[in-house]
C-alpha cells in the first residue's frame, strides 16, 4: 500500500506563510497553486481559508499522493487536483481565467526557462487585479542572503544544473513583462521570503 507523502518543510512553513495569505486572499475566488506537491498547503490554507475556492495542480507523477492528503482533509473548497506543467502547451494555450495564484519553492526547481514560462502564463491567464503569491529563497543583487541559502543552492546545482537559488530582481523583471506590479516582500524564517503582486489594473482613457 502507498505511504502518504510527507514534507517537513510545508509542516515547518505553512502558518508562517497563512498569516501573509489571509491578509492577501480576501476576497471569495479560487485560488490556483502551481506545484501542489503533497498537497499539504492546499489542505492546510483551504481549511483555514473557507472563503477560498483552491485549486491544487502538479506533475502527473505527484497527483496520487496529494490525493491522500486531500481525501483525508475532505474540505468541499478543494477543487479535484489538475495535471499541469507550466512547460506544456496548456499552460500557455489553455482556456482558464485566474484570479489568485500561489507556489511555494518551485522557481529554484525548475530550470530557468521553465520559470520564464510560468510568468507567460501569468501574463496569458490572469485576470486584471488578479493577486499573486510567490514563496522562497532568493537572492539579491546576484548575493546569497545566508550560508544556509549558499549551500542549499549548491545541492541543488548538484542534483540539477539548471535549478538554482534565483535572482530577486531577474524574478521582478519577469513579473513586471508579465504586467504584474510588487505589492510586498516579506522576510520570512529561514532565510525565505513572500513576493506579493497583482496584475495590473489598465485604465481606459478618459
Known amino acids: 500500500m502507498a505511504h502518504k507523502p510527507f514534507s517537513q518543510a510545508c509542516e515547518n512553513n505553512k502558518a508562517p506563510i497563512f498569516r501573509v ?3 492577501v486572499f480576501t476576497e471569495a475566488v479560487t485560488v490556483w497553486e502551481i506545484g501542489s506537491g503533497t498537497g499539504q498547503h492546499a489542505c492546510h490554507f483551504a481549511g483555514q481559508l473557507p472563503h477560498l475556492a483552491w485549486q491544487p495542480t502538479d506533475l ?6 496529494m490525493q491522500m492528503w486531500l481525501d483525508e482533509a475532505a474540505l468541499a473548497n478543494i477543487n479535484p487536483p489538475l495535471i499541469l506543467d507550466v512547460t506544456e502547451p496548456v499552460w500557455l494555450l489553455g482556456d482558464f481565467a485566474i484570479d489568485a495564484l500561489f507556489t511555494a519553492n518551485t522557481l529554484h526547481i525548475m530550470a530557468w526557462h521553465s520559470v520564464q514560462l510560468f ?3 501569468l501574463a496569458k491567464h490572469l485576470n486584471a487585479g488578479a493577486k499573486v503569491c510567490i514563496y522562497g529563497p532568493f537572492n539579491y543583487q546576484q548575493c546569497y542572503t545566508s550560508e544556509s541559502n549558499a549551500q542549499f ?3 541543488l546545482k548538484s542534483r540539477d544544473p539548471l535549478s538554482g537559488i534565483r535572482d530577486f530582481e531577474a524574478v521582478a523583471a519577469l513579473a513586471l513583462q508579465a504586467g504584474l506590479v510588487l505589492q510586498d516582500d516579506v522576510a520570512m524564517p529561514a532565510n525565505n521570503r513572500l513576493l506579493v503582486f497583482v496584475k495590473h489594473i489598465e485604465r481606459e482613457a478618459a
Open 153 to 155: 543552492d549548491q545541492w
Open 60 to 65: 502527473a507523477e505527484n497527483i496520487a499522493g
Open 119 to 121: 510568468f507567460s502564463g
Open 21 to 23: 495569505l489571509q491578509n
